[in-house]
């Protein structure tokens, strides 16, 4: 039964939804219905379709009240808007229904895990919040919680775990029928943890062991965790939160964490091998995945900093809506390293490719037919000399006379840098990031898809990315090479069109 708050919800979506255009909407990127957007939740693939609920606070477009929005798409780049899912209409999450997943039962119900939040008042006459991991249960649309809930509380963490940073439950389906579920922890030492849950129904469950711990080694407490297995290795990815930098390899404040390693399946023991960033950019935390049908491991994260939520540019506060996910990327293990591609099917958007080869050049360039906001932009670099390799290299886009936002390259110091302090923000907000790539004598290799309000950059063929919004004018299209010195350089550009859903 759908409960009053729910029904608001729903209604208030409607109305102030179909009055959004479609061109104040990024054209392929899924964002908000209405009011505020941030982490994606229960990303999977049921009754033919892929589902993405998303963390959503429709009366406002600041944080405010958790709901579920959600959303269905047949391909990941079309988006159907569907009704919010889950309201705070409940005494364990009045104050909140956070983050969490989704999967499909053996009976084909969809299941939804989340964490309920209510805020108590403590004994200095504050406020904190109680977490714990519910349920409810659905056909793709509507959905009833558990009447059990929660399903998770405090008699079931381990000695020292925190219940008020207990959250972000990802479920999945073991090879022997059995179920498991990951939730981010704050342990007693106030570092972060993986704690992991075991259920016979994925309804009852119970406390298996402490899955992964940080040790302040990353940051602190780490959010949305999702667990998997990829060519071989298994994969723990997390958001940790108030990071320290580690020279390129990590931001600061809440940023993205790739830990991949070994994993036994029956003793359920994760060996860490490697760590890596998971987004070098400005924009980009709380990645979820899901396995297609077809067996790709696809990953979406919300593509916004937390820290300039409140200032992102002169026109944000003015939509109806605000948050938007990042494109959906496969995902590959090579070398050891986590790899990123952009969505294949996204290259059935492509039209009016326009193609330059061999432009040598060493100042300020523009090439015919390169332009525009809803691109699929792919660069290829060489210097010019081998003998004497160029001092820097920079795209500009989202440009004219007035705006700008560049990526820019200096092979000497093989640093990449993406820069949008040119791009209409009226706060001096998070503008650059940079990150070390590889490259031998200038060579490098960019995709850059640009949407209505970000840029993505894939470096190497997915060793790296660098994700960040942009609110410039949409008239704002002009594209611009910069070199200093000889640079040699291929050019392919499509635009991509949006299809019909």
Same mark, same amino acid.
């Given at each position: 039964?759908?409960?009053?708050?729910l029904?608001?919800?729903?209604?208030?979506?409607?109305?102030?939804?179909?009055?959004? %255009?479609?061109?104040?909407?990024?054209?392929?990127?899924?964002?908000?219905?209405?009011g505020?957007?941030?982490?994606?939740?229960?990303?999977?693939?049921?009754?033919?379709?892929?589902?993405?609920?998303?963390?959503?606070?429709?009366?406002?477009?600041?944080?405010?009240?958790?709901?579920?929005?959600?959303?269905?798409?047949?391909?990941?780049?079309?988006?159907?808007?569907l009704?919010?899912?889950?309201a705070?209409? #409940?005494?364990? =999450?009045?104050?909140?229904?956070?983050?969490?997943? *989704?999967?499909?039962l053996?009976?084909?119900?969809?299941?939804?895990?989340?964490?309920?939040?209510?805020?108590?008042?403590?004994?200095?006459?504050?406020?904190c919040?109680?977490?714990?991991?519910?349920? *409810?249960v659905?056909?793709?649309?509507?959905? #009833?919680?558990?009447?059990?809930?929660?399903?998770?509380?405090r008699?079931?963490?381990p000695?020292?775990?925190?219940?008020?940073?207990?959250?972000?439950?990802?479920?999945? %389906?073991?090879?022997?029928g059995?179920?498991?579920?990951?939730?981010?922890?704050?342990?007693?030492d106030?570092?972060?943890?993986?704690?992991?849950?075991?259920?016979?129904?994925?309804?009852?469950?119970?406390?298996?062991?402490?899955?992964a #711990?940080?040790?302040?080694?990353?940051?602190r407490?780490?959010?949305?965790?999702?667990?998997?297995?990829?060519?071989?290795?298994?994969?723990?990815?997390?958001?940790?939160?108030?990071?320290?930098?580690?020279?390129?390899e990590?931001?600061?404040?809440n940023?993205?964490?790739c830990?991949?390693?070994?994993?036994?399946?029956?003793? =359920?023991?994760?060996?860490?091998? *490697?760590?890596?960033?998971?987004?070098?950019?400005?924009?980009?935390?709380?990645?979820?995945?899901?396995?297609?049908?077809?067996?790709?491991?696809?990953? &979406?994260?919300?593509?916004?900093n937390?820290?300039?939520?409140?200032?992102?540019?002169?026109?944000?506060?003015?939509?109806?809506?605000?948050?938007?996910?990042?494109l959906?990327?496969?995902?590959?293990i090579?070398?050891?390293?986590?790899?990123?591609?952009p969505l294949?099917?996204?290259?059935?958007?492509?039209?009016?490719?326009?193609?330059?080869?061999?432009?040598?050049f060493?100042?300020?360039?523009?090439?015919?037919?390169?332009?525009?906001?809803? &691109?699929?932009?792919e660069?290829?670099?060489?210097?010019?000399?081998? #003998?004497?390799v160029?001092?820097?290299?920079?795209? %500009?886009?989202?440009?004219?006379?007035?705006?700008?936002?560049?990526?820019?390259f200096r092979?000497?110091?093989?640093?990449?840098?993406?820069?949008r302090?040119f791009?209409?923000?009226?706060?001096?907000?998070?503008?650059?990031?940079?990150?070390?790539? %590889?490259?031998?004598?200038?060579r490098l290799?960019l995709?850059?898809?640009?949407?209505?309000?970000?840029?993505?950059?894939f470096?190497?063929?997915?060793?790296?990315?660098?994700?960040?919004?942009?609110?410039?004018?949409?008239?704002? =299209?002009?594209?611009?090479?910069f070199?200093?010195g000889?640079?040699?350089?291929?050019?392919?550009?499509?635009?991509?069109?949006?299809?019909?859903?």
């Amino acid at each position: 039964m759908t409960s009053q708050t729910l029904r608001e919800a729903r209604k208030y979506e409607e109305v102030t939804g179909k009055a959004i %255009r479609e061109e104040d909407r990024p054209a392929f990127h899924l964002s908000s219905y209405v009011g505020w957007m941030n982490d994606p939740n229960g990303f999977s693939y049921y009754d033919h379709k892929y589902h993405m609920f998303y963390q959503y606070h429709p009366y406002d477009s600041i944080w405010g009240p958790m709901h579920w929005g959600h959303a269905v798409s047949e391909d990941l780049l079309h988006w159907e808007y569907l009704p919010a899912a889950l309201a705070p209409d #409940e005494q364990y =999450d009045r104050d909140g229904c956070f983050s969490g997943s *989704a999967i499909e039962l053996p009976d084909g119900r969809q299941l939804l895990m989340y964490t309920g939040v209510m805020r108590e008042r403590t004994l200095e006459g504050g406020f904190c919040e109680l977490q714990t991991q519910c349920l *409810a249960v659905g056909d793709g649309r509507d959905y #009833e919680k558990y009447e059990q809930n929660p399903v998770l509380d405090r008699t079931d963490l381990p000695e020292g775990a925190s219940v008020h940073d207990a959250r972000d439950p990802k479920i999945w %389906r073991a090879k022997d029928g059995t179920y498991r579920c990951v939730i981010g922890n704050r342990p007693a030492d106030g570092s972060g943890q993986i704690l992991l849950f075991e259920s016979e129904d994925a309804f009852h469950w119970k406390f298996r062991k402490v899955l992964a #711990e940080n040790h302040n080694r990353f940051g602190r407490m780490w959010e949305c965790p999702d667990f998997f297995e990829l060519d071989g290795k298994q994969v723990l990815l997390v958001s940790p939160q108030d990071m320290l930098p580690h020279g390129f390899e990590y931001h600061n404040g809440n940023g993205t964490l790739c830990l991949i390693g070994s994993y036994n399946e029956e003793t =359920d023991t994760f060996t860490e091998e *490697a760590d890596q960033a998971i987004d070098y950019g400005i924009d980009f935390y709380a990645p979820q995945t899901v396995l297609t049908p077809d067996g790709r491991r696809v990953m &979406i994260g919300w593509m916004q900093n937390w820290d300039t939520c409140a200032v992102s540019g002169p026109t944000s506060r003015e939509l109806p809506w605000f948050g938007q996910m990042s494109l959906p990327r496969e995902l590959f293990i090579r070398d050891g390293r986590l790899f990123q591609k952009p969505l294949r099917e996204l290259e059935e958007m492509r039209s009016h490719e326009v193609r330059h080869e061999q432009v040598t050049f060493s100042d300020v360039i523009r090439l015919p037919g390169v332009e525009g906001r809803q &691109i699929d932009l792919e660069i290829e670099l060489k210097a010019g000399d081998p #003998e004497k390799v160029y001092q820097k290299f920079a795209v %500009r886009f989202a440009q004219n006379g007035q705006y700008h936002t560049a990526v820019s390259f200096r092979p000497h110091e093989s640093v990449l840098k993406i820069d949008r302090k040119f791009s209409g923000s009226r706060r001096a907000v998070i503008h650059q990031r940079r990150c070390l790539v %590889r490259s031998e004598e200038g060579r490098l290799k960019l995709r850059v898809i640009l949407d209505r309000f970000s840029a993505e950059v894939f470096v190497n063929d997915g060793e790296q990315v660098m994700s960040a919004t942009i609110y410039t004018d949409q008239a704002a =299209d002009g594209i611009s090479f910069f070199a200093d010195g000889s640079v040699i350089m291929d050019v392919t550009k499509y635009d991509l069109v949006r299809g019909q859903v």
